[in-house]
Structures are given as structure tokens and as C-alpha cells.
């Protein structure tokens, strides 16, 4: 028997608006998801060899990989998808292809074709904000992630890098105002951030990190969310997230953890400085491994 209770229209329209604005925004990776892909994350700068040669062997070695350079993040996104076609053909690549799209025209038969047959993505660098206004809430970014499920390789530089993780760095900040000296301080509410693509849930991704001196803006944000790991890639470095979210570091630098989770009196002064007590940090070389936070 069906029982029917009276709902008003009004309650109902906004409720729908409600739940539009969620699917727009929400990680499109379900909690205890599993995807059988690898991401590969690059702290931005030269992209060596053994890291351009593991992107295509994980998309499936020189015949098989079909790599879709997605370059939105770049002021110059025709040409910086050229410049990272030659790359990747340089080192053995054949099927190469390039996805440039706006909001409006990410979601077009032809970009969705092209996504349904890559084994591999690579997110160009440039401002990470751009790449999210072009693809978050698409299509477009659906295909990609199953790429990610299915057991494809999403790999991305600098701006492709930040993407990668829930909370997204922008690189503004809302209290220094000191251009002189950027991330000059560790304060509460300073680091400004956005909604990322999500493929990593319980880290914050950060990148040219020991050469730009980005640890004041990664161990803000750690503090602010302590039970995320905080990951600062170097340059020419990278993780290899993988299946079982084990990590590995591959490249010429360092990756450098943050992790508060085990912290103690995690406060702000008055000035909204923060401080806390037993935050551990490691340094890690190429070659070495570790394990995101679980769920």
C-alpha cells in the first residue's frame, strides 16, 4: 500500500536546487571506492625520463597507451598540449591525443569519444583553477575519473597536481598580504582553497614545494584539517598513488610528509597563529614508499 504525503512544490523545487549544487560539487569517488588505476602526481618543473616513461607504461607501454593531454590549466593550452605530445612521443608514445574544452563544450560527443578510449591522462600545469571551472560538474569529468576505475592512469603536473586532491590549494592567500614574503606566516583562515577533482580523499596535495618554500602554506592547512595528510612534492619528483593507496616517490627531489593526526593541543593566539605539539614529519627520497591515511 502507498501512502501519500502532501509536499508542496516550493519545499520540493528547493530541495532540488539543493541536490544539483551537491552533485556539481561533490568528489565523484564514493567512500570505500576502489579504482584499479595509478595517479601520478608531479611537483611541477622537468618532467624526467623515468617519470614520463612510468606514465606510459602504466597506460599501457608504447602500443597500447592512449594519452589525452588535457592542458586547460595553461594560459596556452594549444600549445602546451603540442609541447606535451612531442614529449611523450619522444619517449615512445604513439596514440596521442588532446581534449580542450570550456565548461560549456566539455561535455560535446567528441571529447566524451576521446575520454572512453584513453588508458591515460595528463593534466598540464598552469593555474588549477581554470581546469576546475572547465571540468568540474561534467561529463567530461566522469569519463575521466572511470579511466581512474577502470585501471587507467591519471597523471598531471603543478596546477595538475593540485587538482588531484578533495581540498584543492589555489594559491591565493586571504590574510598575508605581503608579497615580499609569501606564506610568510602560519595562520588560521589564511590559505585559500577550492573544491578539487578528488581522486585523493585524505591528503592535501602540494607542489614545487622545497623550491618555491611552500611549507608554511601545506602545514596551515594540515593544522586546519588534521586528520589529512599533507604531501609537498618537489619539483621533478613525483608520487605513484596505487591501487592499494600505497605511495612511491620517483624523481630527482623529495616528497615531504606532514601529519597531524597524532598531534596534541592543536590551538590558535590571539593573533590566529596556530601552534600544536607532536606533529611528525618525514623527508622522503626517490625509491621510497608510503601509505595515505585510510578512510
Do not use: W
Not at 588549477?128 to 597523471?155: C, D, F, H, M, P
Not at 600505497?246 to 593526526?261: H, I, K, M, N, W
Amino acid at each position: 500500500m502507498l501512502v501519500f504525503v502532501p509536499f508542496s512544490f516550493r519545499r520540493f523545487f528547493l530541495m532540488s536546487l539543493i541536490a544539483c549544487a551537491l552533485a556539481q560539487t561533490a568528489p565523484l569517488l564514493h567512500a570505500g571506492e576502489k579504482p584499479k588505476g595509478h595517479l601520478v602526481i608531479i611537483g611541477g618543473g622537468p618532467r624526467p625520463e623515468v617519470i614520463m616513461k612510468k606514465i606510459i607504461a602504466l597506460a599501457g607501454g608504447n602500443e597500447k597507451a592512449r594519452i589525452c593531454i588535457v592542458p586547460m590549466a595553461s594560459s596556452e593550452p594549444q600549445e602546451t598540449a603540442l609541447a606535451q605530445i612531442e614529449q611523450f612521443r619522444k619517449y615512445g608514445a604513439q596514440h596521442l591525443d588532446m581534449m580542450i574544452c570550456s565548461k560549456e563544450t566539455g561535455d560535446a560527443d567528441s571529447n566524451l569519444a576521446k575520454l572512453r578510449t584513453a588508458t591515460g591522462i595528463f593534466f598540464s600545469g598552469g593555474d588549477q583553477t581554470r581546469l576546475t571551472s572547465a571540468l568540474q560538474g561534467t561529463k567530461a569529468l566522469e569519463e575521466i575519473r572511470n579511466i581512474y576505475r577502470r585501471g587507467g592512469v591519471l597523471a598531471g603536473t603543478s596546477a595538475g597536481a593540485a587538482v588531484q586532491s578533495k581540498i584543492m590549494l589555489t594559491g591565493d592567500e586571504m590574510k598575508n598580504k605581503d608579497t615580499n614574503n609569501p606564506y610568510g606566516v602560519v595562520q588560521q583562515g589564511n590559505i585559500a582553497t577550492a573544491e578539487g577533482f578528488g581522486f585523493v580523499q585524505n591528503a592535501i596535495i602540494d607542489q614545487h614545494f622545497v623550491k618555491r618554500k611552500r611549507q608554511n602554506r601545506l602545514l596551515t592547512l594540515v593544522l586546519e584539517n588534521p586528520r589529512l595528510l599533507g604531501i609537498g612534492i618537489d619539483e621533478a619528483t613525483c608520487i605513484i598513488v596505487k591501487p592499494d593507496n600505497t605511495c612511491e616517490v620517483l624523481g630527482d627531489a623529495s616528497v615531504q610528509l606532514f601529519d597531524a593526526r597524532a598531534a596534541k593541543s592543536i590551538k590558535t593566539d590571539g593573533a590566529g597563529n596556530l601552534s600544536a605539539q607532536n606533529i611528525r614529519m618525514d623527508i622522503l627520497p626517490s625509491g621510497a614508499r608510503f601509505a595515505l591515511p585510510k578512510p
